[in-house]
């Protein structure tokens, strides 16, 4: 099977376990692929033209899904991670089913450590595809990552069968001795022999393997010496062999583990894995001058590791040099960035710099540490490692077979890729900006604006210039009732196209929508004539001109609209609006009983009418109309608050009272709820809560001068005569600013 599989050309690199085949492939493919989504494309073309536009919109979204993904793949090639995750979650917009992009993205996901969301993607890719043996093999390798190994058989089982291959193989080997079957993993081994060849670096690979099995059953130790019989000089094998005879032996396996390492370093004198180990055994075996130079060596090859550092400090700091080991053990500290590391031995660093410190009389920084490694102790306990007092265990430098289940990490594309791949981005922009562009139009001809709106801002993101996709961008949005999103493109196209009238007209009412009235009458000024025969835009128009100070003229328009749409109980409340303003409450009264003729069950209705009544000085009917609107809309706290009022004017104060307090529960922050509730709290005497109350109004409304007002006499009558002087000067001062306030106008 592998030798019908990879002939006798196979090679293999320990550094990089795996080669990333997806990418390698995806490059391969490159050509036919990218003749794959013309055809597609065209094709959505063809049937767009000739109306046939089901057919079409599922041409342009296999074309979409499969030019979003191949971009996204070179993205992730080069590392940004970000924008390759984004491109394939739009491929999968436009095409939920695609079970080609799933994969990929399950790729991704693996290659980011995002397991679960690699695994639900990875799942969805098999169920829509469960004949394809690599999603079977890329889910076995999440499973395995993940720790559920019978989870991972299943699917490396599949995928060996079908498409066998080296890394699927060695991976499902590693599974099984995961689950302790020994003798299925050693049948693949076998087999791998037979078929790739008696080879130094399948050697190696088993003695990774075996590490992670039953020791007495499985020896890498004897796979590694095979390896290295086979070719003495090959890299990492006296390495391996090394660490292998100390994880079997512990320190009984110095004797051995030395020379192997003294014979890597003949080989790769730069391998700082090598220089940190061998600096490990001279330290346990107490010879220091030894160690301290293999670590420096390690410290300095890989100055980013702090394992080498703690162990360097340890030593300096036993041998009385404090001020050079100081620095060393801050380094360390620094590095480590996950504390479970190693053991924790990074405690180890935290308690002699504190004993350092202690020496040196910092006590409060030592005993930061010596808390900081006192926890860390702790942690190790609870993890059930041993040595939790002496020196640090035995460094784990090997690949673990999750390393190994791996693609190798994706590398950067080269210049001359990169080149390639740019290319193909800026080639395929246009396309994708166009397919997007005619998507949103078959979504507008079905009447489905709010998806022909997503499609046309999809195209102008990736073709801002593309002719009219603002206008149809933001018209879709206008007809999806979206008004905040049409503005922005819809403002684009008009400064454009400044004689639209289609487009001026829908970015007016959008704005109206968003209440922005200078923008409006500013926007729809200059087609008067437009707006005279739309009513819409004439009540529009009308209504800005109101609220951006042109009374007459939008009170004039807005009699002129009475005439067309007499029936419209939304026009009289504008209209009562617009005279209650203007402080003319006889003529907003009769506008707002003409609505309620209209609309009586209309609870904002009876709430402006009752707050006419109230301005006007009329509380009995004002009560009336505020207890219909409170039954209509019973949490109106509004509501609640000027029916409160008004019995204050009636003199029923207790049950003004009981609504002050339910306003104030139910609104912590109304002020002048806080305000009422005091001064009558003030009238009864009840002197501790009413100047609670009244703080808690000033608090909540500084710039309130009658609240403060009401407190300086509350603090006057409790005989706190500084208090008071303090509260009317700055009720004088906020007096002097702002007169005349009305006290039934707020909230």
């Given at each position: 099977?592998?030798?019908?599989?990879?002939?006798?050309?196979?090679t293999l690199?320990?550094?990089?376990?795996?080669?990333?085949?997806?990418?390698?492939?995806?490059?391969?493919?490159?050509?036919?692929?990218?003749?794959?989504?013309?055809?597609?494309?065209?094709?959505?073309?063809?049937?767009?033209?000739?109306?046939?536009?089901?057919?079409?919109?599922?041409?342009?979204?296999?074309?979409?899904?499969?030019?979003?993904?191949?971009?996204?793949?070179?993205?992730?090639?080069?590392?940004?991670?970000?924008?390759?995750?984004?491109?394939?979650?739009?491929?999968?917009?436009?095409?939920?089913?695609?079970?080609?992009?799933?994969?990929?993205?399950?790729?991704?996901?693996?290659?980011?450590r995002?397991l679960?969301?690699?695994?639900t993607?990875?799942?969805?890719?098999?169920?829509?595809?469960?004949?394809?043996p690599q999603?079977?093999?890329?889910?076995?390798?999440?499973?395995?990552?993940?720790?559920?190994?019978?989870?991972?058989?299943?699917?490396?089982?599949?995928?060996?069968v079908?498409?066998?291959?080296?890394?699927?193989?060695?991976?499902?080997?590693?599974?099984?001795?995961?689950?302790?079957?020994?003798?299925?993993?050693?049948?693949?081994?076998?087999?791998?022999?037979?078929?790739l060849?008696?080879?130094?670096?399948?050697?190696?690979?088993?003695?990774?393997?075996?590490?992670?099995?039953?020791?007495?059953?499985?020896?890498?130790?004897?796979?590694?010496?095979?390896?290295?019989?086979?070719?003495?000089?090959?890299?990492?094998?006296?390495?391996?062999?090394?660490?292998?005879?100390?994880?079997?032996?512990?320190?009984?396996?110095?004797?051995?583990?030395?020379?192997?390492?003294?014979?890597e370093?003949?080989?790769?004198?730069?391998?700082?894995?090598?220089?940190?180990?061998?600096?490990?055994?001279?330290?346990?075996?107490?010879?220091?001058?030894?160690?301290?130079?293999?670590?420096?060596?390690?410290?300095?090859?890989?100055?980013?590791?702090?394992?080498?550092?703690?162990?360097?400090?340890?030593?300096?700091?036993?041998?009385g040099?404090?001020?050079?080991?100081?620095?060393?053990?801050?380094?360390?500290?620094?590095?480590?960035?996950?504390?479970?590391?190693?053991?924790?031995?990074?405690?180890?660093?935290?308690?002699?710099?504190?004993?350092?410190?202690?020496?040196?009389?910092?006590?409060?920084?030592?005993?930061?540490?010596?808390?900081?490694?006192?926890?860390?102790?702790?942690?190790?306990?609870?993890?059930?490692?041993?040595?939790?007092?002496?020196?640090?265990?035995?460094?784990?430098?090997?690949?673990?077979?999750?390393?190994?289940?791996?693609?190798?990490?994706?590398?950067?594309?080269?210049?001359?890729?990169?080149?390639?791949?740019?290319?193909?981005?800026?080639?395929?922009?246009?396309?994708?900006?166009?397919?997007?562009?005619?998507?949103?139009?078959?979504?507008?001809?079905?009447?489905?604006?709010?998806?022909?709106?997503?499609?046309?801002?999809?195209?102008?993101?990736?073709?801002?210039?593309?002719?009219?996709?603002?206008?149809?961008?933001?018209?879709?949005?206008?007809?999806?009732?979206?008004?905040?999103?049409?503005?922005?493109?819809?403002?684009?196209?008009?400064?454009?196209?400044?004689?639209?009238?289609?487009?001026?007209?829908?970015?007016?009412?959008?704005l109206?929508?968003?209440?922005?009235?200078a923008?409006?009458?500013?926007?729809?000024?200059?087609?008067?004539?437009?707006?005279?025969?739309?009513?819409?835009?004439?009540?529009?128009?009308?209504?800005?001109?109101?609220?951006?100070?042109?009374?007459?003229?939008?009170?004039?328009?807005?009699?002129?609209?009475e005439?067309?749409?007499?029936?419209?109980?939304?026009?009289?409340?504008?209209?009562?609006?617009?005279?209650?303003?203007?402080?003319?409450?006889?003529?907003?009264?009769?506008?707002?009983?003409?609505a309620?003729?209209?609309?009586?069950?209309?609870?904002?209705?009876?709430?402006?009418?009752?707050?006419?009544?109230?301005?006007?000085?009329?509380?009995?009917?004002?009560?009336?109309?505020?207890?219909?609107?409170?039954?209509?809309?019973?949490?109106?706290v509004?509501s609640r608050y000027?029916?409160?009022?008004?019995?204050?004017?009636?003199?029923?104060?207790?049950?003004a009272?009981?609504?002050?307090?339910q306003?104030?529960?139910?609104?912590p922050?109304?002020?002048?709820?806080?305000?009422?509730?005091?001064?009558?709290?003030?009238?009864?005497?009840?002197?501790r809560?009413?100047?609670?109350?009244?703080?808690?109004?000033?608090?909540?409304?500084?710039?309130?001068?009658?609240?403060?007002?009401?407190?300086a006499?509350?603090?006057?009558?409790?005989?706190?005569?500084?208090?008071?002087?303090?509260?009317?000067?700055?009720?004088?001062?906020?007096?002097?600013?702002?007169?005349?306030?009305?006290?039934?106008?707020?909230?």
């Amino acid at each position: 099977m592998w030798q019908r599989v990879w002939g006798t050309a196979f090679t293999l690199s320990i550094v990089a376990v795996f080669v990333n085949f997806a990418a390698a492939e995806t490059l391969q493919r490159a050509p036919s692929a990218q003749e794959q989504l013309q055809q597609h494309y065209d094709a959505a073309r063809t049937f767009h033209v000739a109306g046939d536009y089901e057919n079409a919109a599922s041409e342009y979204r296999t074309f979409l899904s499969g030019a979003l993904a191949t971009i996204a793949k070179f993205r992730a090639r080069n590392r940004d991670f970000t924008a390759a995750a984004s491109l394939f979650e739009d491929a999968l917009q436009a095409d939920p089913n695609a079970a080609e992009v799933r994969y990929s993205y399950a790729t991704l996901r693996l290659q980011q450590r995002k397991l679960q969301e690699a695994r639900t993607l990875a799942e969805q890719a098999v169920h829509a595809a469960p004949g394809n043996p690599q999603t079977h093999a890329l889910l076995g390798r999440i499973f395995f990552d993940l720790g559920d190994y019978q989870s991972a058989r299943q699917h490396l089982e599949v995928a060996v069968v079908d498409a066998p291959n080296f890394e699927i193989g060695y991976l499902l080997a590693a599974t099984y001795i995961r689950l302790h079957d020994l003798g299925r993993a050693k049948l693949l081994f076998d087999e791998m022999l037979k078929g790739l060849g008696d080879s130094p670096q399948l050697h190696i690979y088993f003695g990774l393997a075996y590490r992670y099995g039953d020791l007495r059953s499985l020896d890498p130790v004897e796979e590694f010496k095979k390896a290295i019989t086979l070719d003495p000089k090959i890299p990492q094998a006296h390495y391996f062999l090394a660490l292998a005879c100390l994880q079997r032996d512990r320190e009984a396996g110095f004797a051995e583990a030395l020379p192997a390492l003294e014979a890597e370093l003949r080989i790769n004198p730069e391998d700082a894995r090598a220089h940190y180990l061998l600096g490990y055994i001279h330290l346990k075996k107490r010879e220091q001058q030894h160690a301290e130079a293999a670590l420096r060596e390690a410290a300095k090859l890989d100055p980013n590791n702090p394992d080498p550092l703690v162990l360097l400090g340890q030593l300096y700091a036993d041998n009385g040099r404090d001020a050079e080991a100081e620095p060393i053990l801050r380094k360390a500290i620094e590095l480590t960035t996950e504390p479970s590391r190693n053991s924790y031995q990074i405690n180890r660093s935290h308690y002699v710099l504190a004993r350092i410190l202690l020496r040196s009389g910092r006590k409060v920084e030592a005993e930061k540490h010596l808390e900081i490694s006192k926890d860390l102790r702790n942690s190790v306990r609870r993890s059930g490692t041993d040595d939790v007092a002496g020196a640090p265990e035995l460094p784990d430098l090997s690949p673990h077979p999750e390393e190994v289940s791996r693609s190798t990490p994706l590398r950067p594309v080269p210049l001359g890729e990169q080149h390639t791949a740019d290319g193909l981005t800026s080639g395929l922009k246009p396309a994708i900006a166009d397919a997007y562009n005619n998507l949103g139009v078959i979504f507008a001809t079905k009447k489905d604006f709010a998806s022909a709106k997503d499609q046309f801002r999809a195209a102008a993101q990736w073709e801002p210039g593309l002719k009219t996709v603002d206008r149809n961008w933001g018209m879709a949005a206008f007809y999806a009732k979206q008004y905040a999103q049409a503005i922005k493109p819809l403002g684009r196209e008009l400064e454009q196209h400044p004689d639209d009238v289609r487009v001026r007209a829908a970015l007016g009412l959008s704005l109206f929508s968003l209440q922005n009235f200078a923008k409006v009458r500013e926007t729809l000024t200059p087609i008067v004539a437009e707006v005279d025969k739309d009513p819409g835009l004439q009540y529009a128009y009308a209504v800005s001109l109101l609220k951006t100070g042109d009374y007459a003229v939008g009170m004039q328009r807005l009699r002129a609209l009475e005439g067309i749409t007499a029936d419209s109980a939304d026009l009289h409340i504008l209209l009562g609006q617009a005279y209650a303003d203007q402080e003319e409450y006889a003529p907003a009264l009769e506008e707002y009983h003409k609505a309620l003729a209209l609309d009586a069950r209309n609870p904002q209705l009876h709430f402006l009418t009752g707050l006419a009544l109230i301005r006007q000085g009329n509380p009995a009917e004002a009560s009336n109309e505020l207890r219909q609107a409170i039954a209509l809309r019973p949490d109106d706290v509004s509501s609640r608050y000027h029916l409160a009022f008004a019995l204050i004017q009636m003199q029923q104060k207790e049950e003004a009272r009981g609504l002050l307090e339910q306003v104030i529960r139910d609104d912590p922050e109304h002020a002048t709820a806080y305000y009422e509730l005091g001064k009558l709290q003030l009238e009864r005497g009840e002197l501790r809560d009413a100047t609670a109350n009244l703080e808690a109004g000033v608090k909540i409304d500084p710039e309130a001068d009658y609240i403060h007002y009401q407190l300086a006499m509350a603090y006057r009558r409790s005989s706190r005569i500084g208090d008071a002087e303090r509260e009317i000067k700055r009720y004088q001062e906020l007096k002097n600013r702002r007169r005349g306030r009305d006290v039934s106008h707020q909230r």
